[in-house]
C-alpha cells in the first residue's frame, strides 16, 4: 500500500506529459487562445476605450470582474492582518 | 517598535526631501496608465511606501501627527467603495456590471465615457492598496488600535 500514492503519481505525470504534447505552441497564431478574445482586445482597445495602452484596457474594461477580485483580495489581506495581529487598548 | 527618530541627520534630510517626490511619482503612475507603464497597483503601493518611509525614517511621533493610522484604514475602505459604486451604478442605467459606458456622466459619450471609467476605478484600486498596505504596515509594527 505504500507504493499506491507514488503509483498515482506517476500516473498522473504521464497523463500531464501526455496532455501536455498535445498543447500549441507558444506564440502559434493559430492557437484557440490568440484567434478567439486576442484580436478583438488588440483591435477594440484603442477605439472602444480611447486607452492607448492595451493592458490597461484588458485589466480595468475587458476584465473588470478580475481586477475587482484582486482588489477585494488585498483589502481581505490586510483586514485579516489587522484583526489576527492588532493590539488592543486594554490588554 | 518603532518609537523615537532615527537619529541620523543625512538619512533625516534626505528621506525628507524624498518624499514630496514619491508621492508626485505615484500620482502620475495612477493618472497615466491610460497612456504608459503603471496603473492603480502600482501608483498605490509608491503611496504607501512613501507613508512607510516616514514612519521609518521619521519616528512615531512625528510620522503620526502628518498620517495617523487610523486614516489608512479609511483609505482602504473609501477605495473599495469608489470601486464598487462604478461597478454597480451602470447596473441603474440599463448596462451591465462594470460596463463604464452606462455610467451617468451625461456630458462624455462612448469610449470617452469608458476611458474616464478606467481612470475613476483605477483611482479607486490605488486608494485602496494604498491604506491597505499602510494599515498591515502599521499592525506589524505594533500599532494599538
Not at chain 2, 493610522?69 to 462594470?98: C, D
Request: proline share 5%; with cysteine; aromatic share 12%.
Amino acid at each position: 500500500m505504500r507504493w499506491l500514492p507514488v503509483l498515482v503519481m506517476a500516473a498522473f505525470l504521464g497523463l500531464m506529459l501526455y496532455a501536455g504534447s498535445g498543447l500549441p505552441e507558444f506564440g502559434d497564431p493559430n492557437a484557440p487562445a490568440n484567434t478567439h478574445v486576442s484580436p478583438v482586445y488588440i483591435e477594440g482597445a484603442e477605439k472602444e476605450s480611447h486607452s492607448p495602452n492595451i493592458v490597461t484596457a484588458v485589466l480595468a474594461d475587458y476584465r473588470g470582474y478580475d481586477t475587482l477580485g484582486e482588489t477585494i483580495v488585498i483589502f481581505t489581506a490586510g483586514l485579516a492582518c489587522i484583526l489576527i495581529l492588532m493590539k488592543r487598548e486594554e490588554e | 517598535m518603532i518609537r523615537d527618530e532615527y537619529r541620523s541627520i543625512i538619512v533625516d534630510t534626505v528621506s525628507s526631501l524624498l518624499i514630496p517626490f514619491i508621492q508626485l511619482f505615484a500620482v502620475y503612475v495612477v493618472i497615466h496608465g491610460h497612456y504608459g507603464p503603471g496603473g492603480g497597483f502600482q501608483g498605490g503601493v509608491l503611496l504607501a511606501i512613501s507613508i512607510i518611509l516616514r514612519r521609518i525614517c521619521h519616528g512615531r511621533e512625528r510620522a503620526h501627527g502628518r498620517f495617523p493610522p487610523h486614516l489608512a484604514l479609511v483609505f482602504a475602505v473609501s477605495g473599495m467603495l469608489i470601486f464598487g459604486i462604478t461597478g454597480v451604478l451602470p447596473l441603474f442605467f440599463g448596462a451591465a456590471f462594470l460596463d463604464y459606458s452606462g455610467l451617468p456622466l451625461f456630458w462624455v459619450h462612448g469610449a470617452e465615457l469608458r476611458s474616464l471609467g478606467i481612470l475613476i476605478v483605477e483611482i479607486g484600486i490605488g486608494t485602496a492598496v494604498f491604506g491597505t498596505l499602510v494599515a498591515i504596515f502599521d499592525t506589524l509594527s505594533g500599532e494599538r488600535w
